[in-house]
């Protein structure tokens, strides 16, 4: 599967964005879906994740409640809705495709930068 993810960019602290990752190919909805990212001179770390059906739904400590992953198997996209937006959200984001399990992702896209300003 191939994952292009999209919509990031600048916004200042307190504000949103919404993110999007779509997917190729037919079997869209057998994959667990993940967002993750990277900031400068640090880790990748795990964002969300969301199972096959969308019936559970997994946060890093440091979005939730901010933070809500969905997806659309009808358009083979998962989101990330980012709300109320801090500086340290700051990163590249990923998001990563898994056929097993939601701890180990087989394929992965591009990045989208996103800016949170203070």
């Known amino acids: 599967v191939q994952l292009q993810a999209s919509g990031g960019g600048l916004v200042q602290a307190g504000g949103s964005l919404r993110l999007s990752c779509a997917a190729s190919g037919r079997t869209f909805s057998s994959y667990a879906m993940g967002w993750f990212r990277q900031a400068p001179g640090k880790e990748r770390e795990f964002v969300a994740a969301?199972?096959?059906?969308?019936?559970?739904?997994y946060y890093a400590d440091s979005v939730k409640g901010r933070f809500t992953i969905s997806r659309d198997n009808a358009k083979n996209t998962v989101y990330l809705q980012m709300n109320s937006l801090k500086p340290e959200d700051t990163a590249v984001y990923y998001c990563a495709a898994a056929t097993e399990s939601i701890y180990e992702y087989d394929y992965w896209g591009q990045g989208t930068q996103v800016t949170v300003s203070s």
């Open positions: 969301i199972s096959w059906s969308g019936g559970s739904t």
